[in-house]
Structures are given as structure tokens and as C-alpha cells.
């Protein structure tokens, strides 16, 4: 017997789908994509409204999810800052205050130089920086205490380093800030650093991932994303790639959570979708359900560790 055409249940007004960050910075670029190939596609009959709420790092954004106990019409898209904000502001949240849905991507971050830095290489840069002695050399990141700053924190440790972190509002100012040389490096994720790159302003000179990412389409004249080494083979075993995630409030029923892991399934099926993953050159790992749950649990796990020695957690 076919299944029946309708859902067992649908969205009955519009819902409201919260970035627990600012305008114009990875989560709110993926979070409008989304809501304009669920436009495009007809993917849903009520509209899917973005709203920013970037107060306290995110904790505005998570706090109200967490709040809206049973309530299917209100979703957020989250990265890192899940499991950062709660640990560096002691805000009451953590993830399984709210209902995981589905991981949409991991997004990769990538060590930036300016191209005319003599370092062609990941580890003659990091040699270069240990030779200058501590605290000498300046590594740009969005923001404190989160993940940028976590992962030069990571490469110091691996490496003997110890950087000056300088932090900015948002990744596109950090590359801007790179290519005038106000900073020696940067760890901007590939959406951030691209332009920069494409137009040899900056050189890449390592993945923080375990893998080398896949595309192999050529971005500069002669590189891809597929070109650039893994930190570990440059020597630097630091590995980190940042969630891309929706979640839902606590408290809803089975039939709501599976309406919106189907939506998001279509909504990664579509060439949109597709296109955007190779721009911005995604890990496209997707998981939900309880594989999803034990991944969060493991992050959070990681996130602890890494914020613990970095003494970023709050006291």
C-alpha cells in the first residue's frame, strides 16, 4: 500500500528560524540559503522566517529555543557556539536542552597567510613563528574564547607556538585585515577567505581536518580546495571542523521532528544546496537521530577538553 501524500504533520503558521549570531557570517548565510530553496522548491506551505539573535555570543538565540517548550513552529541553526558559549559565559544551557535534528555540514577552517609571507608551507610558517619567539606573531580570529581562538590555542600546544590572538567582529573583516598585513595569519573558514584567495591576496596553507577536502575544481589559477595539505601532514596535529546544525525545541512530538528532518533532506538534495557546499568547500558529513546525539555528546566532550586547557572555561 502507498504511503498517504500528506505528512502526518505540517508546520500551521509560520515558523520562525533563529541564528544565534550576526548578519552576514556563516550561520546566517546558511540559514537564508535554506529558507530561500524552501521557497524556491515549495518545500513547506507556511513561510520560514530567519531572525538573528546574537546577544551573549548566541545564548540569546539558544536561551529562547530552550524556552519554547513544545512549540514545533520555532527551529535555529547553530555552530560551535553551542557548545563554546554555555562553557566561557557559564550561561544555563546545553545542547539537550533542546531537540537535535540534523547535522547539515561541517564547515572546515583553513590556515591563512598573506601571499607575500615567505612561508610556502604550513611548517615553515609555524617554524617561522617559533623562531620569532612567543608572542611575537599575530594570529586574527572572530571573536574570544570561541572557535578560532581554540584552534590557534590547538596549534600552540602541537607545536611549541605561542601567538598574539587578536580578535575581530566577523570572518570577512579578519581576511580583510590579513591581506592589509594588520595580522600574519588567520584560521577563517573557506566561505570567509575565498575572494582573497581567488585573487592571490592570501595563500592557504593547511586544512584542520583529518581528510583532505574533495573538490577538486580549480579556485585560484592553480589550486582547488582539494590542493591544500592537512595540518597533520604539515606537521601540525590539530584537527577541528565546526557544526552546521538545526535543532528544535524541547518537548515536540516524533511526527514534528520528522517533518523537519524530511524538509532538510529535500533542502540538501537541491543543486542549490549542492552548489553551495562546493563554493564554500563543506565537510558534507549529515547525520540525525540518535548517530546525531552521540556526535553532539563527543563534541561537547571535545570542546571541554580543548576550553579547559585553553583555561577558557568560566569559573
Excluded at 550561520?27 to 546577544?55: T, Y
Excluded at 517548550?69 to 555552530?79: E, F, R
Excluded at 540525525?288 to 586547557?309: C, I, P, T, Y
Amino acid at each position: 500500500m502507498a504511503a498517504p501524500a500528506h505528512a502526518a504533520w505540517e508546520p500551521t503558521k509560520p515558523v520562525e528560524f533563529v541564528v544565534p549570531a550576526g548578519t552576514g557570517g556563516g550561520a546566517d548565510q546558511m540559514a537564508r540559503l535554506i529558507q530561500g530553496i524552501v521557497i524556491k522548491h515549495k518545500l513547506m506551505k507556511e513561510p520560514l522566517i530567519v531572525v538573528n539573535k546574537s546577544g551573549g555570543a548566541g545564548a540569546e538565540g539558544f536561551l529562547e529555543v530552550k524556552g519554547a517548550t513544545g512549540n514545533p513552529h520555532k527551529v535555529i541553526i547553530t555552530l560551535s557556539n553551542l557548545f563554546t558559549t554555555p562553557l566561557a559565559t557559564g550561561v544555563p544551557f546545553n545542547w539537550r536542552d533542546m531537540t537535535p535534528v540534523s547535522m547539515m555540514a561541517l564547515d572546515q577552517f583553513v590556515l591563512w597567510v598573506n601571499a607575500e609571507n615567505p612561508a610556502k608551507t604550513a611548517k615553515d610558517y609555524l617554524a617561522a613563528v617559533k623562531a620569532a619567539g612567543p608572542s611575537k606573531i599575530k594570529m586574527g580570529g572572530t571573536g574570544s574564547k570561541q572557535e578560532d581562538q581554540i584552534i590557534t590555542v590547538g596549534i600552540e600546544q602541537a607545536t611549541g607556538t605561542k601567538f598574539i590572538y587578536v580578535p575581530f567582529k566577523g570572518g570577512g573583516e579578519v581576511a580583510v585585515q590579513l591581506v592589509g598585513k594588520h595580522i600574519d595569519s588567520s584560521v577563517n573558514n573557506p566561505i570567509e577567505a575565498v575572494a582573497q584567495w581567488r585573487a592571490n591576496q592570501l595563500r592557504a596553507l593547511c586544512v584542520f581536518d583529518d581528510k583532505r577536502m574533495t573538490y577538486k575544481t580549480k579556485v585560484t589559477d592553480t589550486l582547488s580546495w582539494a590542493d591544500i595539505p592537512t595540518c597533520k601532514e604539515a606537521g601540525v596535529p590539530t584537527d577541528y571542523t565546526m557544526l552546521r546544525g538545526i535543532f528544535m525545541a524541547p518537548g515536540v512530538s516524533k511526527d514534528q521532528l520528522e517533518f523537519y528532518v524530511n524538509l532538510l533532506k529535500k533542502v540538501r538534495d537541491t543543486p542549490e544546496w549542492k552548489d553551495y557546499m562546493e563554493k564554500g568547500a563543506f565537510n558534507q558529513t549529515t547525520m540525525s537521530g540518535d548517530e546525531f546525539g552521540k556526535w553532539l555528546g563527543s563534541a561537547e566532550q571535545r570542546h571541554r577538553e580543548l576550553m579547559k586547557e585553553a583555561g577558557f572555561i568560566a569559573k
